[in-house]
C-alpha cells in the first residue's frame, strides 16, 4: 500500500488512509481486527488481512432497512470470544457504534468507540491539524470538535459536545479512569 495517500487531483484517497489506521492502531498493535458483517454484505474498502476475522449478524441488511431493526447485539458479542478490552468503528457512531459500546461495558467488557473510525471518519481523515493515523485520542477529538463549533461560543460548544456525546461508550466520561486501564 505505501504512503500513496494522494490522488492526481492531490486529494487524499479515504480508503488507504483507512487501512494504514486500522494497521498502525491496531493491528501492529496486537489488536484482533474482527468485522461485523450483515450476511448479505461484502466488506468493502478495507483491506482484510491473513488473521482477521468476520462474523455476521443474525439478520440481512434489508431486513434493516424495510422494517428498522436492529441485530442482536448480545449476539455478536458472545461472538467475539472473551474480548477483554473492545475498540469500536463503524457506521454509526451514533448508532450501531454507541448500542454496541454500551451493551460491551455493561457486561463488563472494557469498551470504546474509536470515532476516528466510524462514519466521521471520512470528514476527518483530510484534517491536517487534527488526523493521526498511529493513534485515536479521545481527549484530542474532544477538543477538536469543541474548537470546531466554537464559533458559537465556547459554552454552546462545550454543551453541544456533551450532549452529541454522553454515551459512556465514546469515553469521555471519568476519562482519567479509562486512560489508566
Known amino acids: 500500500m505505501g504512503n500513496n495517500y494522494y490522488d492526481t487531483m492531490n486529494i487524499k484517497r479515504p480508503f488507504e488512509v483507512l487501512n494504514q489506521t486500522i494497521d498502525e492502531r491496531y493491528r501492529k498493535k496486537g489488536y484482533r481486527v474482527i ?16 488473521h482477521d476475522e468476520i462474523i455476521y449478524t443474525n439478520i440481512k ?17 458472545k461472538k467475539l470470544n472473551n474480548v477483554d478490552k473492545l475498540v469500536i468503528g463503524g457506521y454509526h457512531a451514533q448508532d450501531c457504534c454507541k448500542r454496541l459500546g454500551e451493551l460491551a461495558l455493561s457486561y463488563g467488557i472494557n469498551a470504546i468507540i474509536d470515532l476516528d473510525l ?6 476527518l ?27 458559537y461560543g465556547e459554552e454552546f460548544a462545550a454543551n453541544l ?21
Open 125 to 151: 481523515y483530510r484534517k491536517e491539524n487534527y488526523f493521526q493515523i498511529e493513534s485515536y485520542e479521545p481527549e484530542r477529538f474532544k477538543n477538536y470538535m469543541i474548537e470546531k463549533s466554537s464559533r
Open 35 to 50: 468485522f461485523v458483517l450483515y450476511p448479505d454484505k461484502e466488506i468493502y474498502g478495507i483491506t482484510q488481512k491473513e
Open 61 to 77: 441488511f434489508e431486513e434493516i432497512v424495510k422494517n428498522h431493526i436492529y441485530p442482536d447485539e448480545l449476539a455478536l458479542i
Open 161 to 181: 459536545f456533551n450532549r452529541t456525546y454522553s454515551s459512556v461508550a465514546y469515553g469521555f466520561k471519568n476519562l482519567e479512569e479509562r486512560q489508566k486501564k
Open 118 to 123: 466510524t462514519d466521521l471518519f471520512f470528514y
